[in-house]
């Protein structure tokens, strides 16, 4: 079967650096994504990997290695607005997009 | 304002009730999609549509069903409303299937 794993939540603070992690198994790759969804709000679109290594975006980046089945999305010089979840989807062969169950990220001050 | 809307916002429903969601584009996206989305669980993909006129199954289509008469509109019909369908439900839409998704504000549905 199809999965994506990410952890459940993480605690930050702010003004410091978070790693959010992405692992996964899918029929297939075409694309790894990574979305914000604020509580009550649509998930809004953060960055997309296809090829190994980094996507710099400026406060946060992705990386995705493509042999490890694995992605990480970076948030810089975190702020009480980046308190939110962050979803990992990939794109499998059929060009539908599984997604994980989101990583709810608290800052604190 | 160029995006995806959906209505209504939210909705109350008796089981047994039909309710269809209606969810607009105005970006000329041939992709549109419609997920679900429960607490502790990713979106699932209920139904999407490649181009107007085609539609396929998602993950979970059972009791949904989806029709995309033009380019612009894709509703997503429930003909016999059960508790399960309890969820958050988010249209999406993208240029074509591999590209970025982009999401309306969602419905939230109770079927009680």
């Known amino acids: 079967g199809q999965n994506i794993d990410q952890p459940t939540e993480m605690t930050a603070t702010e003004g410091a650096i978070v790693q959010i992690n992405c692992t996964y198994q899918?029929?297939?790759?075409?694309?790894l994504f990574w979305y914000q969804q604020h509580a009550g709000e649509a998930p809004t679109f953060l960055s997309y990997?296809?090829l190994d290594g980094l996507e710099e975006k400026g406060r946060f980046s992705s990386f995705l290695s493509r042999s490890k089945g694995y992605s990480y999305l970076l948030l810089k010089e975190l702020q009480m607005k980046d308190s939110a979840s962050y979803l990992c989807?990939?794109?499998?062969?059929?060009?539908?997009?599984?997604w994980g169950a989101g990583t709810k990220l608290i800052i604190k001050p | 304002i160029a995006g995806i809307t959906q209505a209504p916002t939210s909705q109350i429903l008796a089981a047994g009730r039909r309710m269809t969601l209606r969810c607009t584009q105005d970006?000329?996206?041939?992709?549109m999609y419609w997920y679900r989305q429960d607490l502790g669980l990713g979106l699932r993909l209920i139904h999407y549509?490649?181009?107007?006129?085609?539609?396929g199954k998602g993950e979970v289509p059972d009791g949904y069903s989806v029709s995309r008469a033009n380019t612009d509109d894709f509703p997503l019909t429930l003909a016999s409303a059960v508790p399960s369908q309890t969820s958050v439900y988010f249209c999406?839409?993208?240029?074509?299937?591999?590209?970025?998704?982009?999401f309306g504000p969602g419905t939230r549905l109770t079927v009680l």
């Open positions: 999406a839409s993208s240029e074509k299937s591999s590209d970025t998704q982009y």
């Open positions: 970006m000329r996206h041939n992709a």
């Open positions: 549509s490649n181009t107007a006129g085609t539609t």
């Open positions: 899918t029929s297939g790759f075409n694309g």
């Open positions: 990997n296809v």
């Open positions: 989807a990939v794109l499998d062969s059929n060009y539908q997009l599984i």
